[in-house]
């Protein structure tokens, strides 16, 4: 005779598998959290600010 095994909890390890399989697939598709994206974005401003401040009276470029 085999194990016997509870079709429910059997379907939702099956499903729970799948879900992490397609999470994993997406993490490596679009890459960075929003965190990440979020901090970028800050540093990026920073430095502008900062090239901003810095410029000469008179420069045009």
């Known amino acids: 005779m085999g ?3 509870s079709l429910g ?3 939702k390890a099956k499903a729970l598998a799948e879900r992490r399989e397609t999470a994993a697939e997406n ?3 679009f890459g ?3 965190a ?3 901090a970028q974005s800050a540093e990026a401003d920073r430095t502008e600010r ?3 401040g810095h ?3 008179g420069d045009e470029s």
């Open 3 to 5: 194990e016997i095994v």
């Open 9 to 11: 909890k059997a379907r």
């Open 27 to 29: 993490r490596v598709r």
């Open 32 to 34: 960075r959290t929003k």
């Open 36 to 38: 990440e994206r979020t």
């Open 50 to 52: 900062r090239l901003e």
């Open 55 to 57: 410029r000469r009276e």
